[in-house]
């Protein structure tokens, strides 16, 4: 047990912060598991979501919270993640463009910024007596 007042204290803290990483990591693990049981789209969104939220709060490392990621989206099947392939469409004939006359392009002359010299800065002349 802790003597000092603020060993005390950080000992309160951590027990606190303990409690708080169990139950986002019981949230993680819960996700995982039904991701690992039935591959679908929604609970790997829903994992994809707990082991964020771990991330964000400290809990996890980014690091770790990626390869949770990459080992998850390797269960759930090729095709259930990309986009089904889009209907051929039919063959018709393209429609006439009908070309409008372009008017030519008005030259524009550029103006010469006119760059003002930076002021020498000069400094104080020293008074030299004659005598």
Do not use: C, G, W
């Not at 309160?12 to 990483?21: I, T």
């Not at 004939?93 to 010469?112: C, D, G, R, Y």
């Amino acid at each position: 047990m802790p003597i000092l007042s603020n060993a005390k204290k950080a000992l309160r803290a951590s027990r606190r912060k303990a409690v708080y990483n169990q139950i986002v990591k019981s949230r993680v693990k819960t996700a995982s598991d039904a991701v690992q049981k039935n591959p679908t789209m929604e609970k790997l969104v829903t994992a994809y979501s707990a082991i964020d939220t771990a991330t964000k709060r400290n809990v996890f490392h980014k690091n770790k919270a990626a390869r949770l990621k990459s080992q998850l989206a390797q269960l759930v099947k090729p095709t259930k993640l990309e986009k089904p392939p889009k209907k051929a469409r039919k063959a018709t004939k393209p429609a006439k463009s009908i070309k409008k006359p372009t008017k030519p392009a008005k030259k524009t002359a550029k103006k010469q910024a006119a760059k003002k010299q930076a002021a020498k800065k000069t400094s104080p002349k020293k008074k030299t007596e004659k005598k």
